[in-house]
């Protein structure tokens, strides 16, 4: 139970404090310069907790399974970051922002699963999707 209970606290604690230091991050600091100092910490963070957690110590040997996975990623995550970081400048609220993202979010997703991997769309998503909709149009009254 554990183990499919922590990935969820990690990514929601993380995500609330993401939201917080994003619409913190000072309006004259360039977005991208600001990413730059990001994925420096990023990198040299991720480069210790892979000692951390691996026995195997041969960081690059481990880099041999990487694909074009990790550089897409990268490239998408910087989309992701600037993003957020030009819509709370631009004057999104922190409290309608991340509910309209994630709410269009889920929806694409429902759309990209069901293209792209051939997963079934349930009465109980396509009724959420409706919710959702429901939702977007009463927090943007």
Known sequence: MWATVYPILIIVGSN???NVVTKNTPEKVNAFASLAVTYAVGAAASFVIF???????????ALRD????AFALGV???????????A?????????????????????????SLVFYKE??????LAGVALCIGGLALISL
């Open 120 to 125: 079934p769309i349930t009465l109980k998503q």
């Open 16 to 18: 609330v404090l993401y």
């Open 88 to 112: 709370y400048r631009n004057g999104w609220k922190m409290n309608v922002l991340s509910v309209t993202a994630n709410i269009i979010l889920a929806i694409a997703l429902i759309v990209v």
């Open 76 to 86: 998408v995550i910087v989309g992701l970051e600037a993003g957020y970081i030009l």
């Open 66 to 69: 990487a694909n074009w996975t």
């Open 51 to 61: 000692f951390a957690t691996t026995k195997e110590k041969h960081f690059f040997a």
